[in-house]
């Protein structure tokens, strides 16, 4: 059988055919594509406004620059991502405040929020910024009765969780990333992720006044809106008005995103039964699963179980070419963060859990033979039947 990846990229002629259309037009970069994903994305995730960039960590930097991050500012997060969600604080000066996660979901732990905020003075911290860990969203209402009780601002990153919704307290689906809690969020569309763009990254808000900084700081803080301009001097003048970046996204990868964007939803329910397979397969057993099913929000980007002898069944697993994964390292253990004065111990969920994790496959082509062989294999390794 051939090698079984923990995620890979679903490419389709659809998506060749949309390239190759925009390699033919008269614009590889911004130009129309991006205009239209990023339409349609924020119809995706009922936003108001989107911003298309060149990844997630550009658009976590874009998000923490127009916030106003700054020297002294504290800002929490979880240590169960990427190392991007944390270190888009470091990036403009401010200081990271790492909050230990929920074990059953292993989502940033709200309660640990509270008591963080509740124990320190007012004005401490600056903002919070939630993970949707796996797929699994936060509960951001709740976030948000948090963050507008200590006056902080939200950045919803929502890269493992386009599609993805909780239940509010009146009964409504909420969209990741819709704006209706969080001040910004962002979405990734590495190859990985459920839009595949090669690489690019989204900032989704409802606020116009941020939306129009944001276009401002991903072209390196440039202006050519006559409206805002202090001078005029024809219609080549431009003014650069604060210091921003290159952060541009290209039509080339705007038009395969689009494209990706026509069948994601395809992709969310074949990644739900994908789940639901594996729920199947590991009930009643020892092999533990995070976050079992719920109200069907959840986006699926990971299924990760958690398991003792985590490195002999990575191992196991790999002998056969399955290739899982361990999502995450938890972030205040990487060397860096150790040397501002973190150390194990202090987060004991979060340390815990990464003993234990392991991502399986979880693809959208993720044929049931291959998932089959990966449960069978599995079990073989703890003596399981069946």
Same mark, same amino acid.
């Given at each position: 059988?051939?090698?079984?990846?923990?995620?890979?990229?679903?490419?389709?002629?659809?998506?060749?055919?949309?390239?190759?259309?925009?390699?033919?037009?008269?614009?590889?970069?911004?130009?129309?594509?991006?205009?239209?994903?990023?339409?349609?994305?924020?119809?995706?995730?009922?936003?108001?406004?989107?911003?298309?960039?060149?990844?997630?960590?550009?658009?976590?930097?874009?998000?923490?620059?127009?916030?106003?991050?700054?020297?002294?500012?504290?800002?929490?997060?979880?240590?169960?991502?990427?190392?991007?969600?944390?270190?888009?604080?470091?990036?403009?000066?401010?200081?990271?405040?790492?909050?230990?996660?929920?074990?059953?979901?292993?989502?940033?732990?709200?309660?640990?929020?509270?008591?963080?905020?509740?124990?320190?003075?007012?004005?401490?911290?600056?903002?919070?910024?939630?993970?949707?860990?796996? !797929? $699994?969203?936060?509960?951001? +209402?709740? %976030?948000?009765?948090?963050? &507008?009780?200590?006056?902080?601002?939200? @950045?919803?990153?929502?890269?493992?969780?386009?599609?993805?919704?909780?239940?509010?307290?009146?009964?409504?689906?909420?969209?990741?990333?819709?704006?209706?809690?969080?001040?910004?969020?962002?979405?990734?569309?590495?190859?990985?992720?459920?839009?595949?763009?090669?690489?690019?990254?989204?900032?989704?808000?409802?606020?116009?006044?941020?939306?129009?900084?944001?276009?401002?700081?991903?072209?390196?803080?440039?202006?050519?809106?006559?409206?805002?301009?202090?001078?005029?001097?024809?219609?080549?003048?431009?003014?650069?008005?604060?210091?921003?970046?290159?952060?541009?996204?290209?039509?080339?990868?705007?038009?395969?995103?689009?494209?990706?964007?026509?069948?994601?939803?395809? !992709? $969310?329910?074949?990644?739900? +039964?994908? %789940?639901?397979?594996?729920? &199947?397969?590991?009930?009643?057993?020892? @092999?533990?699963?995070?976050?079992?099913?719920?109200?069907?929000?959840?986006?699926?980007?990971?299924?990760?179980?958690?398991?003792?002898?985590?490195?002999?069944?990575?191992?196991?697993?790999?002998?056969?070419?399955?290739?899982?994964?361990?999502?995450?390292?938890?972030?205040?253990?990487?060397?860096?963060?150790?040397?501002?004065?973190?150390?194990?111990?202090?987060?004991?969920?979060?340390?815990?859990?990464?003993?234990?994790?392991?991502?399986?496959?979880?693809?959208?082509?993720?044929?049931?033979?291959?998932?089959?062989?990966?449960?069978?294999?599995?079990?073989?390794?703890?003596?399981?039947?069946?």
């Amino acid at each position: 059988m051939k090698a079984i990846p923990y995620g890979r990229q679903s490419i389709n002629q659809a998506d060749i055919d949309c390239v190759i259309d925009t390699l033919k037009s008269e614009f590889l970069t911004q130009g129309p594509k991006i205009n239209e994903f990023e339409h349609e994305f924020a119809n995706y995730v009922d936003s108001k406004y989107a911003v298309a960039v060149s990844n997630g960590t550009a658009a976590l930097h874009l998000c923490a620059l127009a916030l106003g991050v700054n020297e002294g500012q504290k800002v929490i997060t979880t240590p169960i991502t990427f190392a991007a969600s944390a270190n888009c604080v470091l990036y403009c000066g401010g200081e990271v405040e790492f909050a230990d996660i929920d074990p059953e979901t292993g989502l940033i732990d709200l309660d640990y929020v509270e008591k963080l905020l509740e124990n320190n003075p007012k004005g401490t911290y600056a903002g919070l910024i939630p993970v949707d860990f796996a !797929g $699994l969203p936060v509960n951001m +209402e709740r %976030a948000k009765e948090l963050a &507008d009780k200590h006056n902080l601002w939200i @950045i919803e990153d929502a890269c493992h969780a386009p599609g993805g919704y909780f239940t509010d307290s009146t009964g409504s689906e909420q969209f990741c990333g819709n704006g209706e809690f969080a001040d910004l969020a962002i979405f990734s569309f590495h190859p990985v992720k459920h839009i595949a763009a090669g690489e690019g990254g989204m900032i989704t808000t409802n606020n116009k006044e941020l939306y129009d900084k944001l276009i401002r700081l991903r072209t390196h803080g440039i202006t050519k809106d006559p409206s805002l301009l202090e001078e005029n001097h024809g219609g080549w003048y431009y003014e650069m008005q604060e210091l921003g970046y290159n952060y541009r996204i290209s039509d080339l990868n705007a038009s395969l995103a689009l494209s990706q964007l026509g069948r994601a939803e395809q !992709g $969310l329910q074949r990644r739900k +039964e994908i %789940a639901n397979r594996y729920y &199947d397969a590991f009930r009643d057993t020892c @092999i533990k699963v995070l976050n079992p099913p719920s109200d069907g929000g959840h986006a699926y980007h990971l299924f990760i179980i958690k398991i003792k002898e985590r490195k002999e069944v990575y191992d196991h697993l790999r002998n056969y070419k399955i290739f899982a994964q361990v999502h995450y390292i938890p972030v205040h253990l990487l060397p860096y963060y150790k040397k501002m004065g973190w150390k194990k111990g202090l987060l004991p969920c979060s340390e815990k859990y990464y003993e234990e994790c392991l991502s399986l496959p979880m693809y959208p082509t993720l044929s049931n033979d291959e998932q089959d062989f990966v449960i069978r294999t599995i079990k073989e390794h703890y003596g399981i039947r069946g």
